[in-house]
């Protein structure tokens, strides 16, 4: 889905929007020499949870983007579960995140690169909640760049 | 396994006692009103980690006892991974807490009731890293009796 916008000009679809946020969030990570990874949550257009991938600040391999993004939401919302709610997040979630957000009962998850190695999509059973959405590849070479670019200069410094 | 003590009086196998301790655990969630499900981390016969069930009091979905021992372990070891040490919990692992697992590489996970429906064992591809070793069924039972009595007290209340 592309939007135009009145003056004829290109414009970005909301789902584009709100993976740019997630995408802010992916380089605060960075900034902080973590892996690049951000994600966000909306609820009716509007931001109500953000993080990032806080593995090596906060010395917890758990600390992915995702379980920040989803507790700070769930908190926002003072109530457990974000069933009107969409959780944008750059890269695909792995397991862990994907079974949170069965919790969480997420009502739609949209991430941009697909992992294949460790996101949920390898499962061959579905492991979030049986309403939620899955679109993945919004921004997908923005969001892949970043991280290929985060190894690579790791590699080069050792 | 079951060791017989020098008096010749049957005595517990150490995944037993340290079952009983992941008991204790549960039966604190049971005192503030939470499904009892307890776990610890152990590491060379040490408890280096323990956790309940915190969903309510904490009003968040993903603070299952898992998460919070795993994060308690890593936090006293002050390194990421957990590659020499067991995790003992009441119930079989969602697929959240199995996936957490992964990351933490924990080296083994010791489980008292099994789920069939939300336990990560449904799966049909592991989800544990490679070298976790699984042994379920350690006090069934009693720790499965925790939960039916607790489901079947909320349901007489309503």
Known sequence: M????????ASISPDEFFMNEALREAREALKEDEIPIGA?????????GRGHNLTER???VSAHAEMQAL????????????????L??????????????????????????YDTKLGFGRLNQK????????TGGIKENECAQLVRDFFKSKRQKT
């Open 88 to 113: 944008y997040v750059t890269m695909e979630p792995c397991v862990m995140c994907a079974g949170a957000s069965y919790w969480f009962q997420v009502g739609r998850i949209v991430f941009g690169a």
């Open 127 to 134: 492991i979030t909640h049986p309403k939620t959405i899955i």
């Open 58 to 60: 906060l010395n917890d």
């Open 2 to 9: 592309r939007y135009i916008s009145f003056d004829g000009e």
């Open 71 to 86: 507790t700070a939401a769930a908190n926002y919302m003072g109530g457990k579960y974000l069933k009107d709610c969409t």
């Open 40 to 48: 966000i949550v909306t609820c009716k257009g509007q931001i109500i």
